[in-house]
């Protein structure tokens, strides 16, 4: 990833409610929640929830798609993967107390097939 791509990501998330957005996209997985349920779970307004899932969609962290009358939003999870290794390619000078937690992490994310993604409470 090349650092301009790297800054529009970070800036996106650089705020408190996309970031929230963010979070909950990630969290819900694959099948993405629509519109209306980010705005009830978060207590967003929807022309602030339209605004901020327009700057994550430009950053590119985040996918819709139409599913009848709703948008459906999920988190790009190619994008994520993508900024986690462009923030971690030089980690600490290969310093193993300090990489291999993250490199755990990781490494979880990477052998994850939907099996790891909780349950999400209800609204």
Do not use: W
Not at 8 to 31: C, D, F, Q, W
Not at 49 to 73: C, F, K, P, Q
Not at 84 to 102: K, R, S, T, V, Y
């Amino acid at each position: 990833m090349e650092s301009k791509p790297a800054v529009n990501m970070l800036s996106a998330l650089g705020h408190e409610g996309r970031l929230a957005i963010y979070r909950l996209l990630v969290k819900a997985g694959p099948t993405g929640v629509a519109a209306g349920e980010i705005a009830r779970t978060l207590a967003v307004l929807p022309n602030s929830l339209s605004a901020n899932l327009n700057v994550l969609s430009h950053a590119g962290l985040i996918v819709s798609r139409r599913e009848g009358r709703s948008i459906i939003y999920s988190a790009d999870y190619g994008a994520m993967s993508g900024l986690l290794g462009f923030l971690m390619e030089d980690c600490c000078n290969g310093a193993p107390q300090i990489c291999a937690p993250l490199s755990a992490i990781v490494a979880k994310a990477e052998a994850c097939d939907g099996t790891c993604l909780t349950e999400r409470e209800p609204a």
